[in-house]
């Protein structure tokens, strides 16, 4: 089992990453949202699940083990394999969660891949569960929920419309104007100020 990768970026496209780990180049498939904010030759530690189909392995990666925990716990709904599973998880935990208890079904059935029946499952078989791996799903998103600043921002642009290679094309701008502490928010103005004027 490999809980995780911790290495440099050796090349990134929109679906999955290549890390080069002490000279080993493993493939990780990774949501849109996290590898719009890695870049070639960035160190980086990803929290991995190995996933075996008939066709092989494949490792999925995220940006803390929360997110690969809650893929996991995903993936026990009857029909939603890891891909689909992957989507659900760059929605949000926190969002997700929320759809689920609160049984907000408009949301879940907008999810890629999440049809009516699978939304339905989500609610039966995740309800319940919910509360031993985030205890505050039905309550406000906490600070710090584990989906780093810039991730938060990534997402928050394609949610505006905004398209992958619109995002790439301003990261070098976020990453530079990025501090410790700062807002997403402020982050988020940021970009879409370059953004206007690209």
């Excluded at 911790?6 to 590898?35: C, E, F, T, W």
């Excluded at 569960?129 to 929920?145: K, Q, Y």
């Excluded at 070098?172 to 970009?191: F, H, S, T, Y």
């Amino acid at each position: 089992m490999i809980a995780f990768l911790r290495g440099k970026i050796a090349g990134v496209n929109p679906d999955h990453v290549v890390m080069d780990v002490q000279g080993v180049g493993y493939k990780v498939y990774v949501a849109p949202s996290l590898a719009a904010t890695l870049h070639p030759g960035q160190e980086a530690v990803l929290h991995t699940q190995l996933v075996w189909r008939e066709d092989g392995p494949t490792l999925y990666g995220f940006a803390d083990p929360r997110e690969r925990d809650f893929f996991v716990l995903v993936q026990t709904v009857p029909g939603i394999g890891p891909k689909v599973a992957l989507g659900v998880v760059a929605a949000g935990i926190d969002r997700v969660s929320r759809a689920v208890v609160e049984e907000d079904m408009a949301f879940l059935r907008g999810l890629s891949g999440v049809g009516r029946k699978t939304a339905d499952r989500l609610v039966v078989d995740l309800r319940d569960r919910l509360s031993g791996l985030v205890p505050d799903a039905a309550g406000p998103e906490r600070e710090g929920s584990g989906v780093r600043p810039m991730e938060d921002v990534v997402a928050a642009l394609s949610a505006l419309g905004y398209n992958e290679r619109e995002i790439q094309s301003i990261m070098p701008v976020l990453r530079r104007e990025w501090k410790e502490g700062r807002e997403p928010e402020e982050m988020i103005r940021l970009a879409l100020s370059q953004l206007a004027h690209r």
